[in-house]
């Protein structure tokens, strides 16, 4: 099978399960906030940047950096080497995720008073502790078959956890009924939980077909080889993530402050904050399934050009992909110039909707092809490059909120974000320019 119909293939299966995914959560948030009432699923999402912190210290970028050694060892035809980065891969992410549980454990009490403000917390966060070394197993595999370009097994996992972790809810909610016992969110945390441990277990059984001790003990036998070449890349990948999750808590507190700064009321900063987050954002994202799909399957592919020294093809691939992410946030950008009145006033009831999706249509072209451009660098290996560029665009995006939302509103915030995605597209763009002439130059 050729490059183009393995990236084709590939980018086909993620994306529709990544449409079905989101399909399935739109009706889960649905059940939530009928069942448990909209107070109880605030305490649910306001626990998740600490989730998402915690994730992102002890998975995300070792996940992505082993992809990327995977795919490189496949291009060189070392199949047992690629199998050894993923022990000693899984060994440290389960080592980082479970002292990483147990001090959310010790410390949730604090977490929930002095970081979330609401003691309501503390049992949440102890529950969803215990997703995090399931979550890296499953995470860690799903980046050895993602650098394999095998993407199966990985959709499947995402498919099964989102599956599990609604009906688990579900059937946990009607046996309390059933048994006249209290309704809690708790039941959404145990789900998660539930969702994480099958999903880990499929994995699991999908690459060792039962082996588990005897793979184990080899990991152990060769003394974690490769730990420094999955450290080099991961922890920028890791320093990103981390760096992200920061800003949107910092985002996520600012804003309204700021907004009352220029003027509205408490309550009228915390409305246009929900309605950039709960309506705008979802639907300018939403195509983005699509780009995710394709910066997936790119990582692996680019690197498996570069370790074969195939420049000319890599070049060639750079500049389709390019094009057709950047053609299609511009198809989407003149969607929402077009119907953005309509989606917000029809769909969501709301003016203001309509109107940040308005100014948000600008950001597209950008925001569909900076995943890939920022997959790309990580696939030639240069982590550190992606993190100082993302780095870059984040603080981009802070000066708009602390800056000119006091001054010109939320606008401020939306052109802010604008110019952060187009700095990121240019300076990623420049960078690999350079790259492949520097490449060219030496071949």
């Known amino acids: 099978m050729s490059e183009k119909h393995t990236i084709l293939k590939g980018t086909f299966i993620l994306t529709v399960t990544g449409f079905l995914s989101r399909f399935i959560g739109f009706f889960y948030r649905m059940f939530l906030s009928h069942t448990f009432g909209e107070e109880s699923v605030g305490l649910y999402q306001l626990i998740f940047p600490i989730y998402a912190l915690c994730f992102s210290l002890t998975t995300a970028g070792i996940e992505v950096a082993i992809s990327r050694c995977v795919a490189s060892k496949i291009a060189l035809a070392k199949q047992k080497e690629a199998r050894q980065l993923l ?65 199966k097994i990985p959709a499947l996992a995402q498919l099964i956890e989102q599956i599990v972790r609604v009906s688990s809810v579900y059937i946990i909610y009607m046996i309390a009924l059933k048994k006249e016992q209290p309704i809690t969110i708790l039941f959404a945390v145990i789900g998660l939980v539930i969702g994480e441990i099958v999903s880990s277990l499929f994995c699991i ?27 080099k890349l991961s922890a920028p990948l890791t320093a990103n993530r981390i760096l992200l999750n920061l800003l949107q808590s910092i985002e996520a507190i600012s804003i309204p402050i700021r907004l009352q700064q220029y003027g509205y009321t408490s309550s009228d ?15 300018i994202l939403f195509p983005s399934a699509v780009t995710n799909s394709v910066s997936t399957m790119l990582l692996p592919t680019v690197t498996e050009f570069q370790t074969s020294n195939k420049w000319e093809q890599l070049k060639k691939l750079i500049q389709k992909v390019i094009l057709y992410c950047f053609s ?24 203001l909707a309509g109107d940040f999706l308005l100014t948000l249509s600008w950001i597209c072209p950008f925001l569909y092809m900076n995943s890939t451009l920022i997959s790309i ?39 802010g974000l604008l110019a952060s995605q187009l700095s990121v597209s240019v300076l990623s763009i420049l960078y690999l320019s350079c790259h492949l002439k520097k490449r060219e130059f030496a071949t």
Request: hydrophobic fraction near 50%; proline fraction near 2%; include cysteine.
């Open 87 to 151: 022990y000693v891969g899984l060994l440290l992410s389960i080592a980082l995720s479970t002292v990483t549980a147990a001090i959310l454990q010790v410390n949730a009490s604090a977490f929930s008073i002095y970081i979330l403000g609401d003691i309501r917390c503390e049992p949440l966060l102890i529950a969803i502790s215990y997703s995090l070394p399931f979550a890296s197993v499953h995470s860690c595999i799903c980046g050895y078959y993602l650098g394999r370009k095998q993407t």
């Open 205 to 231: 059984q999908c690459f060792t077909y039962g082996k588990v001790f005897t793979r184990i003990h080899f990991v152990l036998k060769n003394n974690f080889s490769h730990l420094k070449e999955l450290l």
């Open 269 to 283: 900063a915390l409305s246009a904050y929900g309605v950039l987050t709960g309506m705008a954002l979802p639907c």
């Open 328 to 351: 299609l946030g511009f198809f989407c950008c003149i969607l929402f110039l077009l119907f953005g009145n309509w989606i917000g006033t029809i769909l969501f009831h709301s003016q």
């Open 377 to 415: 660098i990580n696939g030639l290996g240069n982590t550190t490059t992606s993190f100082l560029i993302n780095t870059l665009g984040l603080f981009i995006r802070i000066i708009g909120v602390i800056v000119f939302i006091p001054q010109i509103g939320m606008n401020g915030y939306l052109w």
